[in-house]
Nanobody
Framework: QVQLVESGGELVQAGGSLRLSCLAS????????MGWFRQAPGTERDFVAA??????????YYADSVKGRFTISRDNAKNTVYLQMNGLKPEDTATYFC????????????????????WGQGTQVTVSS
């Protein structure tokens, strides 16, 4: 059982930056694919970024809406995945969730929430205009 705990969400002005963290309880953290999703009220949970694709624990993939502004990274020694968010926009306002799944041996990016078996409780990011 993998437990995930997110932190770092807060109120920030448009154009600002935030770094979200997600601490995993799993001892074999490097064997996991990690994802960040976000959900605004009344909307579906949307894919943001993933890390750990195929044989590479550090390969990344991003949604078009955040490419060039957000960076996902991981520190396997700390069992932590990060989401550095720069150039924040009001439309980035949402609850951000960390998710985990076993990393496959072939290159495949899981972008649907149903593909992840473990979730954190979420952290709120609010971007004011």
């Amino acid at each position: 059982q993998v437990q995930l705990v997110e932190s770092g969400g807060e109120l920030v002005q448009a154009g600002g930056s935030l770094r979200l963290s997600c601490l995993a309880s799993e001892g074999t953290f490097s064997s996991l694919s990690m994802g960040w999703f976000r959900q605004a009220p009344g909307t579906e949970r949307d894919f943001v970024a993933a890390i750990g694709i195929g044989r590479s624990a550090d390969s990344t993939y991003y949604a078009d809406s955040v490419k060039g502004r957000f960076t996902i990274s991981r520190d396997n020694a700390k069992n932590t995945v990060y989401l550095q968010m720069n150039g924040l926009k009001p439309e980035d306002t949402a609850t951000y969730f960390c998710a985990a799944r076993p990393r496959l041996t072939f290159a495949y990016v899981a972008t649907r929430p149903s593909e992840y078996g473990y979730w954190g409780q979420g952290t709120q990011v609010t971007v004011s205009s």
